[in-house]
Nanobody, 123 residues
Framework: VQLQAYGGGLVQAGGSLRLSCVAS????????MNWYRQAPGNERELVAS???????KYADSVKGRFTISRDNPKNTIDLQMNSLKPEDTAVYYC??????????????????WGQGTLVTVSS
């Protein structure tokens, strides 16, 4: 499994960015696909998750501002980030893991990670 993330960059507070991730190496119909982030000095945290059936969940800090979407035939996920804040500055990682279900977010296999893309939000 390989994950390739794109779309990071520098943006002013209040602006928008769109991250994309392409997964390859197998089909992902029973996998949750996710975005995590890690800011300097902080632990890696889940930002958003989406199942094959389109069930989503978000960190409280990004609800209403970020939207995760998924294209199953293309094995891609996007993260649309609006109303960005300086505290959103972090390296964002694409992630996937086996759930055994089209709707579940529950982890049932190992994590696979992309290389990370840096998002910097200036005040």
């Amino acid at each position: 499994v390989q994950l390739q993330a794109y779309g990071g960059g520098l943006v002013q507070a209040g602006g928008s960015l769109r991250l994309s991730c392409v997964a390859s190496g197998r089909t992902f119909y029973h996998y949750a696909m996710n975005w995590y982030r890690q800011a300097p000095g902080n632990e890696r945290e889940l930002v958003a998750s989406i199942t094959s059936a389109g069930t989503t969940k978000y960190a409280d800090s990004v609800k209403g501002r970020f939207t995760i979407s998924r294209d199953n035939p293309k094995n891609t996920i996007d993260l649309q980030m609006n109303s960005l804040k300086p505290e959103d500055t972090a390296v964002y990682y694409c992630n996937t893991y086996f759930t055994g279900s089209l709707r579940s977010h529950q982890r049932a296999g190992p994590d696979y990670w992309g290389q990370g893309t840096l998002v910097t939000v200036s005040s």
